[in-house]
T-cell receptor
């Protein structure tokens, strides 16, 4: 069975500082990994994905994520946080050959001015 | 990516009634899905909407409670039947596009409150 863990309910960071939102996963076979962001009263927006290849993937709004197979992690990062990055972030995994996305519980990111 | 709209955006319903949520996409998509996000919770897949045939439901979700239709490649409906307060959630439509076969894109959601 697939599962995703986001160990932090909330991450606080000052504007301009680097941010990391953690995600670990469990899946049989090779994983497809995704990050989504949800702003208040809005649907989910796709940020980035890892399918294969380079372990560092770049996405929208300056975000990037690093796939680490040995640690089964896919942490979301950004070199310099913006107040407008404050939102709810979801990590998700899909097993190869399946369509179902399994989401983590979400991490609320608060960027202070 | 495809533009996804949902109607209604929110509703307040009485216990025991039913609500049908519509999902419209501006282009043909290969797959359509329905997810539920309960208050303060993560997203859970309800079912995959199959064009012209019965939806494929996940464990814990049944057709009598959540009937789904998908008459064509751009439109789907989810009905929440015989509602109870536990059905209060955000319901999200999601699609996969032929041009982007890996990721799923989500609609804005329908916020349902059952009183």
């Amino acid at each position: 069975a697939q599962s995703v863990a986001q160990p932090e309910d909330q991450v606080n960071v000052a504007e301009g500082n680097p941010l990391t939102v953690k995600c670990t996963y469990s899946v049989s076979g090779n994983p497809y990994l995704f990050w989504y962001v949800q702003y208040p009263n809005r649907g989910l927006q796709f940020l980035l994905k890892y399918i294969t290849g380079d372990n560092l993937v770049k996405g929208s709004y300056g975000f990037e994520a690093e796939f680490n197979k040995s640690q089964t992690s896919f942490h979301l990062k950004k070199p310099s946080a913006l107040v407008s990055d404050s939102a709810l972030y979801f990590c998700a995994v899909r097993a190869t050959g399946f369509q179902k996305l399994v989401f983590g519980t979400g991490t609320r990111l608060l960027v202070s001015p | 990516s495809a533009v996804i709209s949902q109607k209604p955006s929110r509703d307040i319903c009485q216990r025991g009634t039913s609500l049908t949520i519509q999902c419209q996409v501006d282009s043909q998509v290969t797959m359509m899905f329905w997810y539920r996000q309960q208050p303060g919770q993560s997203l859970t897949l309800i079912a995959t909407a199959n064009q012209g045939s019965e939806a494929t439901y996940e464990s814990g979700f049944v057709i009598d409670k959540f009937p789904i239709s998908r008459p064509n490649l751009t439109f789907s409906t989810l009905t929440v039947s015989n509602m109870s307060p536990e059905d209060s959630s955000i319901y999200l439509c999601s699609v996969k596009e032929r041009e982007r076969p890996y990721e799923q894109y989500f609609g804005p959601g329908t916020r349902l409150t059952v009183t």
